[in-house]
Antibody, heavy 127, light 112 residues
């Protein structure tokens, strides 16, 4: 059973660095095909993809925020950490941790993104 | 970036009646590996999103068969054959063919 849970501060001040941790269970991020990513959702708005880290330590970022984001993993702790620098009130959002993997049957394999989600953590940026 | 658009943005439906949501991408979602990574997510009120459909038409584990997906290239559709009360929420299409992954604006489905 795959579960993910986000943790981190609920309130950060403008210009500070946000550090979010995704603690997961039910899989190993060292297993081929696995990935953990981050998505955010501003209040009442749509979803915005931020970053993903894969089993081989490949990392991808959304270009508009790339200079501010860092995603890392600790496979021994089953955690993925997202850091976002220079926080601004527009970064106020619920931040979700997501999982992806490759599902294989006898005849084929399917890469499936966003198959499992954490409950999300609301981060407010305010002085 | 690939822009995803959805119509309608709001869909009031009668219980037991069908619903359909259209999703269009600004460029083809066919990956170099031949697959099309177009998925549909459901977000019920106060809940995180949930995967319904992946690769255009594959229902994820536990998703009722009243949900179906279709389409190709740049045009995709999610259909609910008979809407139930638990289907109320916002539905998003998303592409994971090309980085950065992108989402549609969402379609709100509620009961008339």
């Amino acid at each position: 059973q795959i579960t993910l849970k986000e943790s981190g501060p609920t309130l950060v001040k403008p210009t500070q660095t946000l550090t979010l941790t995704c603690t997961f269970s039910g899989f190993s991020l060292s297993t081929g095909g696995m990935g953990v990513g981050w998505i955010r959702q501003s209040p009442g708005k749509a979803l915005e993809w931020l970053a993903v880290i894969y089993w081989d330590d490949d990392k991808r970022y959304t270009p508009s925020l790339k200079s501010r984001l860092t995603i890392t993993r600790d496979t021994s702790k089953n955690q993925v950490v997202l850091k976002m620098t220079d926080m601004d009130p527009v970064d106020t959002a619920t931040y979700y941790c997501t999982h992806r993997q490759v599902y294989c049957s006898a005849v084929s394999c399917n890469e499936v993104d966003f198959d499992y989600w954490g409950q999300g953590t609301l981060v407010t940026v305010s002085s | 970036d690939i822009v995803m658009t959805q119509t309608p943005l709001s869909s009031p439906v009668t219980l037991g009646q069908p619903a359909s949501i259209s999703c269009k991408s600004s460029q083809s979602l066919v990956h170099s590996d031949g697959n099309t990574y177009l998925s549909w997510l459901q977000q019920r009120p106060g809940q995180p999103p949930r995967l319904l459909i992946y690769k255009i038409s594959n229902r994820f584990s536990g998703v009722p068969d009243r949900f179906s997906g279709s389409g190709a290239g740049t045009d995709f559709t999610l259909k609910i054959s008979r809407v139930e009360a638990e289907d109320v929420g916002v539905y998003y299409c998303t592409q994971t063919t090309q980085f950065p992954f992108t989402f549609g604006p969402g379609t709100k489905v509620d009961i008339k």
